[in-house]
């Protein structure tokens, strides 16, 4: 690897340094998300047998987790180093990853808007896959029950959902206490209790669907996220404008040293 000393033109340490503080933010969030995911997974012995990572069939948030510090932890390494060394390959890889991810947000985000149906089967479709693994793993479980006591509702498309799990169904075969139940994330909360009845949703799916309303939330979490997106879309764009903007701002950084280390190496060269 060779480094330059140039004696009459210089690369801009104002776009060098700027580019190098954008990165280690994400750099250092990527170290923060990869201890987090790490620690979540250690706790769960799953360190020690990885095998627990392909027997859940639902999703582990952990992965989720993983993944994001994964992407953040290169991304930020490739821009720190780049801009410090001003390293033309690192810094083109550092730009060609933002703009993939930045098209590929754009183009989901298009695809999901002109086929609204096909997304809504493949959402229905992957939270029954995670009730079914609702009791395998803890992160889902929480991750459900925060959804559910969130947003008001109960499974997929109702509390019937939960006969996709082996713990709630109502099948004769059932030998579980929880049998023609729901989580205790599906009741209604009593203002007057302080501390949360876990076993509140029992035996609830045995009684006249007339009676639920009482007792449990009713409408399924894909109607109630169908409800949720219109009243907050300005937040929701603001949010994707947001994160567009800051990807945007770090490619014209990088594209802007490159341009100046390319300009200094051409006129060094005369």
Not at 187 to 216: F, H, L, M
Not at 239 to 263: K, N, P, Y
């Amino acid at each position: 690897m060779h480094y330059y000393r140039y004696s009459h033109a210089e690369v801009s340490c104002w776009y060098k340094y700027l580019l190098f503080s954008y990165n280690i933010v994400f750099w250092l969030a990527g170290v923060a998300f990869l201890a987090a995911g790490l620690w979540a997974w250690s706790e769960k012995g799953v360190l020690s047998d990885l095998t627990k990572v392909t027997g859940l069939h639902g999703l582990d948030p952990v992965v989720l987790v993983l993944v994001v510090g994964i992407v953040m932890f290169t991304l930020g390494f490739a821009g720190c180093v780049g801009a410090l060394r001003e390293n033309i390959c690192l810094l083109k890889f550092f730009c060609g990853a933002i703009m993939f991810i930045f098209l590929l947000e754009l183009a989901v985000a298009v695809l999901a808007f002109l086929f609204q149906d096909w997304v809504r089967d493949r959402v229905k479709e992957f939270f029954e896959n995670n009730i079914k693994s609702y009791r395998d793993d803890i992160d889902l479980q929480n991750l459900i029950d925060s959804l559910q006591k969130i947003n008001h509702c109960c499974g997929a498309q109702g509390p019937d959902d939960w006969d996709f799990n082996i713990y709630f169904n109502c099948s004769s075969e059932s030998k579980s206490r929880e049998k023609c139940g729901v989580p205790f994330s599906c009741c209604i909360p009593d203002p007057a209790q302080k501390v949360v009845n876990t076993q509140c949703g029992y035996d609830v799916r045995k009684k006249s669907k007339n009676e639920w309303d009482d007792q449990i939330f009713v409408k399924g979490c894909i109607l109630a996220l169908e409800a949720w997106l219109p009243r907050n879309v300005y937040i929701v764009a603001g949010v994707f404008i947001a994160i567009s903007l800051l990807q945007i701002f770090g490619i014209f950084l990088a594209r802007t040293l490159i341009s100046d280390i390319e300009a200094v190496k051409a006129g060094n060269a005369f």
